[in-house]
């Protein structure tokens, strides 16, 4: 079996060394699941550049969207990181739970992106035209359904590197959901 240890600055490409300087000037560290990246020469900065891309989507939205993807995808890693994130973009506990299924009742427009990111995940593409007549007449535009599909693959990235690697989750471990709604 092969097991995936993360890698540390002195195992990864000179590139990535580099990359892994400026991630702990920014955030004080380097999250495990970039440093996996990291075991690709282009994989990190390929990522980081895709997903610190422009959007029409707010970093608020962008949440709603990581987390919505990353419950369907089951990626407690990422499911982790997007509820620290999450409460440093203004939603609280219950909402950040809520939106893990999919919803927002607390705010109509951002339910309609909640439920499209989870039927577009659910479904691999193959979005319930009921869902997304209800996102358009939300208020989002077809360049907002562009981002948000862009969104759902990279997230679903994060979650496949993760699932497939298991490495450490190295944020506060978010609940699963059944313990915190039954």
Do not use: W
Not at 82 to 99: P, R, S, V
């Amino acid at each position: 079996m092969n097991t995936f240890n993360v890698p540390t600055r002195e195992n990864v490409s000179e590139n990535n060394q580099a990359i892994f300087d400026n991630l702990n000037k920014a955030l004080g560290f380097v999250p495990n699941l970039y440093a996996t990246y990291a075991n690709s020469d282009t994989a990190l900065e390929n990522y980081l550049n895709f997903s610190n891309a422009k959007t029409s989507l707010s970093a608020k939205e962008k949440e709603v969207v990581n987390l919505a993807v990353s419950q369907v995808n089951n990626c407690i890693y990422c499911l982790s990181a997007h509820t620290a994130i999450g409460k440093m973009n203004g939603f609280n506990d219950d909402q950040i739970l809520e939106l893990r299924t999919g919803k927002a009742s607390f705010d109509t427009k951002l339910d309609a992106l909640a439920r499209l990111a989870r039927n577009i995940t659910e479904n691999r593409g193959n979005t319930d035209q009921d869902v997304l007549d209800n996102y358009f007449e939300a208020g989002y535009t077809k360049a907002n359904l562009i981002d948000t599909i862009s969104l759902v693959g990279d997230k679903t990235i994060s979650n496949y590197i993760h699932s497939t690697t298991k490495v450490p989750v190295d944020f506060p471990v978010a609940p699963s959901l059944e313990d915190v709604l039954v």
